[in-house]
């Protein structure tokens, strides 16, 4: 396409007045290029998968600011190059982390108010859980608060196993980018990865 | 100049050929903020030279695409702020990393202790409390378990723990100033008449009007403050800064560190528009820009920020990226409300990142710093550096 800067400048100022059908384009245009970036560094599907939805997430939240980004494509990786790594070094450091001794850190923690925010961040997931459809409710609830495997969720709501793993992971897809949306800080990603993902397998 | 042995140690483990030892010698690099533009830049580079084109999943496409016009689908514009303040992650907030070289060191969320620490125990982390002066020059202490209605004249303001509300628009007629003092060790939060939302950190002071007429809305801030200015397209918010600089602002959320023995102020934008405007100059920022402003001269720049470093503090963090020992120090004094005496000539390491949570105790902080080589001992209300 020629004249695909002009193109896009249009799009953009579409995505501005809020134009899903726009959103989808360039979408479209560059999710594939962003995945396999990600995928290629991470080496995980679901991490890949989730850079994708971040990095969209945030074109879609400010897309107010779009017209105004000089260059679109580069700003967009950026941002995806950013994302990634701060994965690779958040999941570095945690490994890393792991394979010290607990010993290691001698520091007495004392986390006087832990129980206030893990209220409040808990009340995010609640509302998080209840924009959620009714079969992703029940899937998600029967795995995290009854801890049932896939196969016991299937077996107690008559889906295949297939079935529930699809309902999973787009109630985590949902409820990740729902918390995400909603808090000004990306450290929530290590919230989310350390606790919300482990219905997936570790990397 | 990109370092060899992360490039091949790259290499090997995007071709999924690393050994082992390999890795482990990946991850602490990785892991180090020293290696970041170099990783960065990497990872540009396999972005410019082409990849394969990995597949995603069947149908994970879509359903990202779907998922995230669904989840914001009422369309709150930018960012929500359903955590409230100084209720930090939780998760976050136990964990302590400080990375010097290569070596991380973290604590895990452990057992959930109520406070019982008194306050007048040297080290203990701050709290919400403030000091309220009225119009008429009478103090009221604040602290974190209070709730009462203050009546002054025909404004209601009502403190619940670490908040303070003016409700109502007040009688314009009689407009009178009051004043929040945060002290050292201290934070609050305060909801003006207009319902403009401010966060302050120890050590500042805020003066406004207890109620809003005419044509601005004005307020005096010493100190560092956290605002999400409610929009009146007709009464434009500035807010006065140590009596120099202005900022001028719509309706916006912008964070100010003006302490007078910081060696400049920073005023950073999270979203919406600012001017800066100091001596005979000014500048409009952008969101995810800092004006800086230096405390004797009142030059002025802009430069890109680091969002989530201004606005640690109100997250319950002190947020360090390459921050050297005395402005750390300034920190911690500020916070725990300590005298620091450095005796150790200058003869400390350089410079610290990584975040430290606020809520751990000052001596929890120094045992911490200890590995990284900094000693120092407390005496009553004061931390002494040692020079070895």
């Not at chain 2, 209605?149 to 025909?154: A, C, L, P, S």
């Not at chain 2, 949570?357 to 710093?369: G, Y």
Request: glycine share 6%; net charge negative; hydrophobic share 40%.
């Amino acid at each position: 396409m020629p004249d695909q800067p002009d193109n896009e400048k249009i799009l953009l100022q579409r995505i501005r007045e809020g134009a899903q059908d726009a959103f989808k384009a360039i979408y479209a245009r560059y999710n594939e290029k962003i995945y396999s970036l990600a995928y290629h560094l991470t080496r995980s599907e679901v991490v890949a998968e989730e850079i994708v939805q971040d990095v969209f997430l945030k074109v879609w939240m400010q897309k107010e600011t779009l017209p105004e980004i000089r260059d679109f494509e580069s700003w967009l990786f950026i941002l995806a190059r950013n994302y990634i790594y701060t994965w690779l070094k958040t999941s570095a450091r945690r490994q890393a982390h792991e394979m010290l001794a607990d010993d290691h850190v001698s520091v007495e923690p004392l986390e006087v108010d832990a129980a206030i925010h893990r209220k409040e961040l808990e009340n995010l997931l609640r509302e998080a859980i209840r924009q959620l459809s009714p079969q992703q409710q029940q899937v998600y609830i029967l795995f995290r608060e009854e801890q049932l495997t896939r196969e016991a969720i299937a077996g107690r709501l008559g889906l295949s196993s297939e079935t529930v793993k699809v309902h999973m992971s787009r109630a985590m897809r949902s409820i990740r980018a729902y918390i995400t949306s909603r808090t000004p800080f990306t450290l929530i990603l290590f919230f989310l990865l350390k606790n919300l993902l482990l219905f997936f397998p570790a990397m | 100049m990109l370092n060899e042995r992360l490039l091949y140690l790259m290499d090997r483990y995007v071709r999924q050929q690393q050994t082992e030892a390999e890795m482990a010698e990946l991850r602490l690099m990785l892991g180090d903020k020293q290696y970041e533009d170099q990783v960065k830049m990497l990872i540009d580079q396999y972005s410019a030279q082409g990849l394969p084109a990995y597949k995603m999943r069947e149908g994970a496409g879509t359903e990202i695409l779907e998922t995230i016009l669904e989840t914001t689908a009422p369309a709150t514009q930018g960012i929500v702020r359903s955590i409230r303040p100084f209720r930090h992650i939780w998760w976050a907030a136990a964990v302590v990393v400080l990375c010097g070289a290569g070596i991380y060191l973290w604590q895990r969320p452990a057992r959930v202790e109520v406070a019982a620490t008194a306050a007048s125990q040297p080290g203990t982390p701050g709290s919400n409390k403030a000091i309220l002066t009225l119009a008429d020059g009478a103090e009221v202490a604040l602290d974190d378990k209070g709730n009462q209605q203050i009546q002054q004249g025909t404004t209601a303001v009502h403190q619940q723990n670490g908040l303070l509300q003016y409700h109502g628009s007040g009688d314009p007629a009689s407009v009178s100033y009051n004043t929040l003092y945060v002290p050292r060790g201290g934070q609050f939060q305060l909801i003006l008449p207009d319902g403009t939302k401010v966060w302050l950190n120890a050590a500042s002071r805020l003066k406004y009007p207890t109620a809003f007429s005419g044509r601005s809305r004005v307020v005096e801030l010493q100190g560092e403050a956290y605002f999400e200015v409610a929009k009146r397209a007709d009464q434009p918010f500035s807010v006065k800064v140590n009596n120099k600089e202005v900022v001028e602002v719509l309706g916006t959320d912008f964070n100010i560190m003006s302490y007078t023995e910081e060696v400049q102020s920073v005023t950073t934008l999270v979203t919406g528009a600012v001017k800066v405007i100091s001596g005979g100059s000014q500048q409009t920022l952008r969101p995810g820009q800092q004006a800086l402003v230096d405390e004797h001269t009142g030059a002025m720049t802009v430069a890109p920020a680091d969002v989530d470093r201004a606005l640690a503090w109100k997250t319950g963090f002190f947020e360090l990226d390459n921050t050297d020992l005395p402005t750390l120090m300034r920190q911690l004094s500020r916070w725990y409300d300590v005298e620091i005496i450095d005796q150790s000539k200058g003869n400390t390491v350089g410079e610290f990142g990584g975040r430290i949570s606020r809520t751990l105790n000052l001596r929890d902080v120094l045992h911490v710093l200890e590995q990284y080589g900094v000693h120092s001992r407390i005496e009553d209300n004061k931390v002494v550096i040692l020079s070895k």
